[in-house]
């Protein structure tokens, strides 16, 4: 496996941020003969199983991420990028987004305080976010310190999994850490990833993109002081990345190295319904149908309590009769 795998893509799911469909980013790897690709929405993971699914049946490798913020002791916050190795960092991934969500303050946007990762960081490959993540941030405070301590603390719970993230979408703040992250990565003896972050398929999209930014933050389209992307933040083909990083091929040649450390997919399983009759004596489409029943002649009684059963009850039969039908042709009494 040779070339370029972009492992920092934003689909739809993405709210109010991607704007790209999971159908049609997969067929922006097969188009572009990319072996792998990952997506990374941000802090959630509600497109894993269409991905999953929609990956394989294309022939392309499926890496299930996220972009989670998560926030230091100082309350800086800034994304993190996790990638799922196996079955045991989906469950850890599962179970850190959902912490994000849970134990925020309702008031406030999702972020994880970084020591809540603690102990679940098993089987989960990191990426520093680039200069938009902690790290990035640092540096650009010329706060060396502090991005030698954030990385120290990274690399205690990511050992061996954790990757200095390059991007160069054309943004100053990109321009302005990249030559400190690559002497720490360097003085750490850390390897460095190349990633390009696409928000749309193609640079012809950045004005609707924007503008979708625009419409999600509440801002005008011309502000001057509002969350802003540029048009390199769209698919790139392998050969675009590889020229564009061509001083550093390592970090090109490491987004192949890390898919190769990835080998997990969600994959579609049957619903697990409780079993409502266990240990009885009755299957659950009989006890729906007593249950059913029962309840239809408390309400009718309670519609005309004075009245003995007659015609005009018959249309309410026919139409439990005709409900029972359908659920239990379709499996489902017990759900």
């Not at 991420?65 to 960092?89: F, M, S």
């Not at 061996?160 to 750490?188: D, K, V, W």
Request: hydrophobic residues 40%.
């Amino acid at each position: 496996m040779s070339g370029f795998v972009h492992l920092r893509c934003h689909t739809a799911y993405s709210l109010s941020e991607g704007a790209i469909p999971v159908k049609e980013l997969i067929k922006q790897c097969v188009g572009h003969a990319m072996p792998a690709v990952a997506i990374t929405d941000s802090n959630n993971l509600f497109a894993a199983l269409e991905f999953s699914v929609a990956a394989a049946d294309a022939g392309i490798q499926p890496i299930v991420g996220t972009t989670l913020t998560v926030q230091d002791t100082d309350g800086n916050t800034g994304p993190l990028v996790l990638l799922c190795q196996n079955e045991t960092g989906y469950r850890n991934l599962m179970a850190v987004v959902s912490s994000a969500h849970l134990e925020r303050d309702p008031a406030h946007d999702v972020a994880l305080p970084l020591d809540r990762l603690s102990g679940c960081t098993s089987g989960l490959i990191c990426l520093t976010g680039g200069a938009d993540g902690l790290l990035g941030q640092a540096i650009q405070a010329d706060d060396m310190a502090r991005a030698e301590a954030l990385c120290a603390a990274l690399e205690d719970l990511f050992a061996g999994r954790l990757y200095i993230e390059i991007q160069r979408h054309g943004r100053p703040e990109e321009a302005a850490s990249e030559h400190g992250m690559i002497a720490i990565a360097h003085g750490r003896g850390l390897p460095i990833v190349a990633t390009n972050q696409p928000y749309f398929v193609r640079s012809a999209d950045y004005g609707a993109h924007d503008t979708l930014l625009c419409i999600a933050d509440g801002t005008y389209v011309s502000e001057t002081k509002r969350r802003r992307l540029t048009a390199d933040y769209d698919f790139k083909s392998s050969d675009a990345m590889i020229e564009r990083f061509k001083d550093l091929p390592e970090a090109v040649e490491n987004t192949i190295n890390i898919s190769r450390r990835c080998a997990w997919m969600v994959e579609r399983i049957d619903p697990l319904l409780p079993n409502f009759v266990q240990g009885m004596d009755v299957s659950e489409a009989d006890l729906l149908r007593q249950m059913v029943e029962d309840g239809l002649q408390e309400r009718l009684a309670a519609i005309a309590p004075d009245n003995p059963p007659d015609s005009w009850q018959t249309p309410y039969v026919e139409r439990m009769e005709h409900e029972l039908k359908i659920i239990n042709q379709m499996g489902f009494p017990g759900y």
